[in-house]
């Protein structure tokens, strides 16, 4: 049994706002993926926590076949008005409902951080890909983001979690991506950093996109949406820009595995 109900539910719940907003962050890393994979015409993709579809979207432009699988169906909705011929689905990670050997790329952007069993995740994007190609990305380290404070602020309205739960930051320890790589029975290869910034030109604007995210929705449900815009504010507050945006630095750290 992996996650996938559970995110589902708090993933999906502000779909627009995530797919307007906040999903377009991590473009400059897909730029990047997509250089390094050289991903053309006739390539067969598919996105692990594929969200609402950018990823899929860049590839469906260069020429590739793209396939997404997530836990929030109002999110694959969107994905695909993007990519209308597209095959999105609802399912979970870590049993993924493809046949071994399918896909000339597998990518997983900020998902196998949430898998319950992150190694079971990984072997399983390794089999539906034809030539054991995985893409990993999770963020950075927390002390070398200063979206950190978010995560904190956010977290202080919620219990404790548990040492192993999944969440944005599990897998950001150095040596984290390339051991799990390593006990699923693959290679560690090329791994990188990219800077993501979280860059916003107003208050609202940014309410719109930090309020979409899981943690936020989860606190939303504990404390009231009163409280999370407060102490959302309040700690994005110091990253103010003299236009009256918001400028948060961000990195985003990305691992290319082999079979």
Known sequence: MGTAKTQGEIWGTRARDWAEVQEGIAIPLYEVVLQKLKVSEGF???DIGCGSGTFCE?????GARVSGIDAAEPL?????ERVADGDFRVGEMEEL???DQTFDVVTGFSSFQFAANPVNAMREASRVSRNGIVVIAVFGRPEENETTVLIKALGSLLPPPPPDAPGPYALSADGALEAIATKAGMTPGVIGTIECPF???DETTALRGLLSAGPAIRAIQAKGEDL????ILNAIAPFKTDSGGFHLRNNMRYMIAGA
Do not use: D, F, N, Q
């Open 44 to 46: 067969s993709v598919l």
């Open 58 to 62: 860049m590839a469906a432009k260069l």
């Open 76 to 80: 694959l909705a969107i994905a695909g």
């Open 97 to 99: 409902p493809y046949p």
């Open 199 to 201: 860059s916003y030109p």
């Open 228 to 231: 999370v815009r407060e102490v």
